[in-house]
């Protein structure tokens, strides 16, 4: 199947620094990526989506100036925190549809700690 | 909005025992409904989805699921459960036609297997 890969898959960074996850589809073109974000033990929420070639379009209550979206390629999308905080650790994942079949892959995930 | 409401948060079942996960979703048209399995260090994988059709649908590593339209339900089971089949897993609604739409995800059953 395909193969969605993320990086860096842990990350440790001070309060105030910003931090790239990148999400790249490994054998497939994916004009959209969606970034999700878990809280332990808790549900995937959907912060936004990533549209090639357009801005990205967040959901409700995210910042779109903290929670940076780039998507910058067929195959690569960016998601930059900025200016962390410890309220923004968590687990960030991402996910891309299949042109070929009628599903997404989702990349194993980024887990951020911010100190 | 959709909504996705999975009410067991864990579930212990032993080796060789059947299991059943529920799962019931809240969407104003023709649902979208997927199972996704979720291991630690892994990202989320895709077990089955039902579009429409057949509601009886089945999925990889010996999983089913029924859609009832009367119940609201999507309830996942397999016959007989293996060890490694403890994971997390979460019920999913899509929003909207084809792959790029919109996931809303359920809280997640955590399957504990004892042997």
């Known amino acids: 199947g395909a193969v969605v890969s993320q990086h860096p898959s842990w990350v440790i960074c001070k309060s105030g620094t910003s931090v790239k996850i990148e999400c790249r589809s490994l054998?497939?073109?994916?004009?959209?990526m969606f970034w999700y974000r878990q809280f332990p033990k808790q549900s995937l929420m959907l912060m936004a989506t990533?549209?090639?070639?357009?801005?990205?379009?967040?959901e409700q209550g995210v910042e779109k100036d903290k929670f940076l979206i780039n998507h910058a390629s067929l195959t690569l999308s960016t998601l930059t925190v900025t200016s962390a905080h410890p309220e923004d650790s968590s687990f960030y994942i991402c996910?891309?549809?299949?042109?070929?079949?009628?599903?997404?892959?989702f990349g194993p995930g980024t887990r951020l700690t911010v100190l | 909005a959709q909504s996705v409401t999975q009410p067991d948060i864990h579930i212990t079942v032993s080796e060789g025992a059947s299991l059943e996960l529920r799962c019931n979703y809240s969407y104003g048209a023709t649902p979208y409904l997927f199972w996704y399995v979720q291991s630690p260090g892994q990202g989320l994988q895709l077990l089955l989805k039902y579009f429409s059709g057949d509601t009886l649908v089945q999925g990889i590593k010996g999983f089913e699921a029924e859609f009832k339209r009367s119940q609201s339900s999507f309830n996942l089971r397999k016959p007989s459960v293996h060890w490694s089949d403890a994971a997390e897993y979460f019920c999913a609604v899509g929003a909207g036609t084809g792959t790029a739409s919109k996931l809303t995800f359920g809280t997640g059953t955590r399957l504990q297997v004892t042997l």
């Open positions: 054998d497939f073109q994916a004009t959209t």
């Open positions: 990533s549209n090639e070639g357009s801005k990205a379009t967040y």
């Open positions: 996910s891309a549809p299949s042109g070929t079949s009628d599903s997404q892959y």
